[in-house]
């Protein structure tokens, strides 16, 4: 692992990582047990890559936790993701205080049981004077439910006369996004093998660099951020201009 962290070019971290979590399930299955034990392991993967990101000083990072779509799993699945997510926050919130290390949510919250929105927003208040790594938790998120409901509410401020609609760009479209104070994601790293986006950020995702690795997500450890990111700096990021322009630009 020191060899990997050796590799990497402190001058050009992302500022920001996404992670989609996927393989706690197929993982536990795998150890011949329930999804749930799967989903419990993983909670060890989120401590050990918030850690790295924290001692890399990467500013954001943000954990695809739960889907709009993951309420439709079995009820007996959700409900134990639900207890484990309370019990999670509520064990976790000292050492993000300890780390410098504040949580921010993003998602439709309302559709989560009051025990997790009430631990939730006291873990946001506990956190909220942090000034090191930001956590974002993406929880009951999906990001055709965000840009619907940007859009919607871009069409209550026309109304009413808030903004007017020949205005609307780019920068006033994403104050209207979940993610309005957060940098767009540089870095995408799915786990467990899937290559798709799964609705996630599909806004935001515009010009990331995706990085897809077969390793089940509880046993995504530091080594494993440690290549994503070493794979994403041996990468040149045009966005939409040539190599040429790029080399022009950083002369």
Known sequence: MEDLL??????????????????????????????LYGHFHGVESVRNIVEGCAELQIEYLTLYA??????????????????LLVETIRKEVPTLNKNNIKLQVIG???MLPNSVYNELQEALEMTKTNTGLTLVMALSYSSRWEIINAVQKIVDDVKVGTIANATITNEIFEK????KSIPDPELVIRTSGEYRISNFLLYQLAYAELYFTSTRWPEFRKNNLYEAIIDFQSRERRFGKTGNQIKEEQN
């Open 176 to 179: 209207y996004l979940c993610t």
């Open 108 to 110: 439709n919250l309302g």
């Open 66 to 83: 739960f889907s709009t779509e993951n309420w439709d799993r079995p009820e007996e699945e959700v409900n134990g993701l639900m207890s």
């Open 6 to 35: 050796y590799k990497i070019d402190k001058q050009k971290m992302p500022q920001h990582i996404a992670i989609i979590m996927d393989g706690n399930g197929r993982w536990a299955e795998e150890q011949g047990q329930d999804r």
